[in-house]
């Protein structure tokens, strides 16, 4: 991006509004102003999902998105789709895969599942905070509410206990 269009790559070091999707800590808002990249003790840092900051449009007191916010998400969604430029990945039983979503993109293709549920998918989703995990940029410390290193205290929603079901069904084959 910054070769092709330096002018659209500074524009993302600015917040943008994103809406949070159920997972507002508590005294938050709906929404928070987040840049979709940040410097980091010489790490790029990135955080962008479309969908949500075309949600949080819809909310009230969030700024309209200018027109060279548009262009350069939109620039930013062609890199991304460019297949010069990502990675196509096939899960498999018994697949583990580590992502950083921090320095990578990513998102799931539509899949069908079984009909009989001793074949269905079993997808177990970790966010790992390391205890000296790589520093953040302070926004997203702000965004998730803590001061920790690693991924910010993951998703902690008041009233909502914190459970991952460990129970999954043998596939033979």
Request: charge should be negative; include cysteine; glycine fraction near 6%.
């Amino acid at each position: 991006m910054v070769r092709r269009r330096s002018d659209c790559a500074r524009i993302l070091l600015e917040p943008i509004d994103y809406k949070r999707f159920g997972e507002i800590p508590a005294g938050k808002l709906a929404y928070q102003a987040i840049p979709p990249f940040m410097l980091c003790q010489d790490r790029m840092i990135t955080t962008y999902a479309r969908s949500a900051v075309q949600k949080a449009q819809a909310l009230p007191r969030v700024p309209a998105l200018t027109d060279a916010q548009i262009e350069a998400m939109d620039l930013l969604d062609e890199l991304a789709a460019d297949p010069e430029l990502y990675l196509d990945m096939e899960f498999r039983p018994g697949d583990i895969q580590l992502v950083s979503n921090y320095s990578v993109f990513h998102s799931r293709t539509s899949y069908e599942d079984w009909p009989e549920v001793a074949q269905r998918r079993h997808l177990l989703r970790l966010w790992l905070a390391c205890a000296k995990g790589s520093a953040l940029p302070p926004a997203m410390y702000e965004h998730w509410g803590t001061t920790s290193s690693g991924r910010p205290n993951g998703v902690c929603v008041p009233g909502v206990r914190l459970i991952a079901p460990l129970e999954a069904t043998a596939i033979d084959g």
